[in-house]
């Protein structure tokens, strides 16, 4: 089992945070691979919620179903996602701290075969280093675009 822990604190208010995290549209723009997310029941924050998540990575197409199963609204959030290869489950924890939010994000997956469990232990590193990079961007893309990460959606005054 590949297990571990990080966290970005983001010059933003939680509110703010929280609504860049939980919009839909925002997730292709610091998702590794993301090609697009499609809702199949709830919102994103709601327990219970589901969705697909659409990726391409080396010119090859896979899907990962996402469902939260704890919700405690504007603090923490559980979700699971799985797929042929791989089942995952993310902590996320939204704190203030004066000002700014800090985001923690706790991973723990296995590989959904005996021979990719034995090699996720060997990729703990870069998994670890990939999910950092996409907090990186999102504390980025929040901290200089608020809660709306698609410029074409703001409005040009």
């Not at 899907?63 to 923490?76: A, D």
């Not at 990729?123 to 074409?152: A, H, P, Y």
Request: glycine share 6%; aromatic share 10%; proline share 2%.
């Amino acid at each position: 089992m590949v297990d571990f822990t990080i966290e970005e604190v983001i010059n933003q208010p939680k509110d703010v945070v929280y609504k860049a995290f939980f919009n839909p549209e925002n997730m292709i723009f610091w998702t590794k691979d993301l090609e697009k997310i499609e809702i199949i029941s709830g919102n994103l924050d709601e327990s219970g919620s589901k969705a697909v998540l659409h990726f391409i990575r080396d010119g090859k197409r896979y899907r990962m179903e996402e469902e939260l199963i704890e919700s405690l609204p504007g603090y923490k959030y559980v979700t699971r996602v799985s797929g042929d290869y791989i089942t995952a489950t993310l902590e996320i924890i939204l704190e203030e701290a004066d000002k700014d939010t800090v985001l923690k994000v706790h991973y723990s997956g296995k590989g959904n075969s005996i021979s990719l469990k034995i090699r996720l232990l060997f990729k703990k590193k870069k998994m670890r280093q990939i999910l950092s990079n996409e907090l990186k961007t999102f504390k980025e893309l929040v901290e200089n675009r608020g809660s709306e990460f698609n410029i074409f959606s703001h409005k040009i005054s």
